[in-house]
């Protein structure tokens, strides 16, 4: 896909944005930025949005307020897998079934993909099972495929089942790994795996041969598992949770987490406890290489960074146009609700798409993406 520049606009003195810092000088295309700068929109309301769509509206890059350029481009995808490898996988070849199936996935992903590994219970020799620090550190970390895929590769192949489930201690490690480690691009998390999750890593672990403790706390792992799922996806930036499952896993359960991580897969899927993927122990491999092929598309990004720095633009005033199939460029509204439009990213650092004005960008790899700053934001009519 192509992605076109950024258009920043300069108007009339009376409603332009500011771009001066300090003094007189004028941002334009020749100024240098810092490698560091970090663009973030300062709105002091999300409902301060000037103009209404009346129906398709163009602004002209050649309109004569356009006096500035610089480039906008795609931001990256992150995506690391959780991979249950507790000893119910080695019941009825889901263990050989997901690692083809994982294989599949890296085989078709570009090698620009950004891809890491952790799995859960934490290998023989990579720490404590049951200790959220041991999950910090993936098996793989995450790093574009063009660097590691024979390692993922390697590691899957080497890996066997083994052990309980601590999957509150696979998420909040993977909470902490993307935190400690901050990336650019959308941040993914794919979650596979056969069953409940043990107590591990949760405030009231209980011993194996306490009956009483795990009779008790017989939820602890689960909803541990949920209040670190709704955390990363609520943070900044936030973490999608694509979760793939058996029905040895409790749909309700995995259901859950695709819904609180922002991967429902339709609008009305929590009715049917259907918003993650299930995968049938009879055709494990082919349901899982399905959903991988399918999250694959959902996890490409359509997030765009700034490469100017657009720190003192005025928010309400700054438009998204999309062309495809080399037609005129028509502006796609904010949408706040993200339905069909775009809006900031958490932290307004940078613009993303929403619904079926992603879908467009999406399906055709001509698509041009332009970013207009300094003329009225519109949105939905």
């Given at each position: 896909?192509?992605?076109?520049?950024?258009?920043?606009?300069?108007?009339?003195?009376?409603?332009?944005?500011?771009?001066?810092?300090?003094?007189?000088?004028?941002?334009?295309?020749?100024?240098?930025?810092?490698?560091?700068?970090?663009?973030?929109?300062?709105?002091?309301?999300?409902?301060?949005?000037?103009?209404?769509?009346?129906?398709?509206?163009?602004?002209?890059?050649?309109?004569?307020?356009?006096?500035?350029?610089a480039?906008?481009?795609r931001?990256?995808?992150?995506?690391?897998?959780?991979?249950?490898?507790?000893?119910?996988?080695?019941?009825?070849?889901?263990?050989?079934?997901?690692?083809s199936?994982?294989?599949?996935?890296?085989?078709?992903?570009?090698?620009?993909?950004?891809?890491?590994?952790?799995?859960?219970?934490?290998?023989?020799?990579?720490?404590?099972?049951?200790?959220?620090?041991?999950?910090?550190?993936?098996?793989?970390?995450?790093?574009?495929?063009?660097?590691?895929?024979?390692?993922?590769?390697?590691?899957?192949?080497?890996?066997?089942?083994?052990?309980?489930?601590?999957?509150?201690?696979?998420?909040?490690?993977?909470?902490?790994?993307?935190?400690?480690?901050?990336?650019?691009?959308?941040?993914?998390?794919?979650?596979?795996?056969?069953?409940?999750?043990?107590?591990?890593?949760?405030?009231?672990?209980?011993?194996?041969?306490?009956?009483?403790?795990?009779?008790?706390?017989?939820?602890?792992?689960?909803?541990?598992?949920?209040?670190?799922?709704?955390?990363?996806?609520?943070?900044?930036?936030?973490?999608?949770?694509?979760?793939?499952?058996?029905?040895?896993?409790s749909?309700?359960?995995?259901?859950?987490?695709?819904f609180?991580?922002?991967?429902?897969?339709?609008p009305?899927?929590?009715a049917?406890?259907?918003?993650?993927?299930?995968?049938?122990?009879?055709?494990?491999?082919?349901?899982?290489?399905?959903?991988l092929?399918?999250?694959?598309?959902?996890?490409?990004?359509?997030?765009?960074?700034?490469?100017?720095?657009p720190?003192?633009?005025?928010?309400?005033?700054?438009?998204?146009?999309?062309?495809?199939?080399?037609?005129?460029?028509?502006?796609?509204?904010?949408?706040?609700?993200?339905?069909?439009?775009?809006?900031?990213?958490?932290?307004?650092?940078?613009?993303?798409?929403?619904?079926?004005?992603?879908?467009?960008?999406?399906?055709?790899?001509?698509?041009?993406?332009?970013?207009?700053?300094?003329?009225?934001?519109?949105?939905?009519?």
């Amino acid at each position: 896909m192509t992605v076109g520049v950024l258009v920043l606009v300069a108007c009339s003195p009376a409603a332009a944005p500011t771009f001066t810092v300090g003094g007189p000088n004028r941002l334009d295309a020749a100024t240098v930025l810092p490698a560091d700068a970090v663009p973030t929109f300062e709105a002091s309301t999300r409902d301060a949005i000037p103009v209404v769509d009346r129906g398709v509206a163009v602004i002209s890059p050649d309109a004569s307020c356009s006096t500035t350029t610089a480039d906008a481009r795609r931001l990256p995808v992150n995506l690391l897998i959780l991979l249950d490898r507790s000893g119910s996988m080695s019941e009825s070849g889901k263990w050989t079934a997901a690692v083809s199936g994982l294989r599949t996935l890296l085989a078709r992903l570009d090698g620009s993909i950004r891809v890491g590994l952790t799995m859960f219970p934490a290998p023989a020799g990579a720490g404590a099972a049951d200790r959220v620090a041991t999950y910090n550190t993936p098996n793989v970390a995450i790093a574009a495929l063009s660097t590691n895929r024979a390692q993922l590769e390697s590691v899957l192949r080497g890996a066997s089942p083994g052990g309980n489930t601590p999957m509150n201690c696979a998420t909040e490690g993977s909470r902490a790994y993307y935190g400690a480690f901050p990336m650019d691009g959308s941040h993914n998390v794919i979650l596979i795996t056969d069953g409940a999750p043990t107590d591990e890593c949760t405030d009231n672990p209980c011993s194996p041969f306490d009956l009483a403790c795990l009779l008790a706390n017989r939820d602890a792992g689960s909803n541990a598992v949920r209040v670190s799922v709704a955390r990363g996806a609520r943070g900044t930036p936030p973490i999608r949770y694509f979760i793939a499952g058996t029905p040895d896993a409790s749909d309700a359960f995995l259901s859950d987490l695709a819904f609180t991580g922002n991967t429902a897969r339709t609008p009305d899927c929590q009715a049917t406890t259907s918003c993650h993927y299930r995968l049938q122990t009879g055709s494990f491999e082919a349901d899982l290489t399905r959903a991988l092929d399918e999250i694959r598309g959902r996890a490409v990004s359509c997030e765009f960074a700034v490469d100017a720095d657009p720190s003192r633009v005025d928010p309400t005033r700054v438009n998204v146009s999309v062309s495809t199939g080399g037609a005129t460029p028509t502006i796609v509204p904010r949408d706040v609700d993200h339905a069909n439009g775009w809006d900031y990213s958490p932290g307004m650092r940078s613009v993303v798409l929403h619904g079926p004005a992603c879908d467009r960008v999406l399906a055709d790899g001509t698509a041009l993406v332009r970013i207009v700053f300094g003329c009225p934001t519109i949105t939905p009519g």
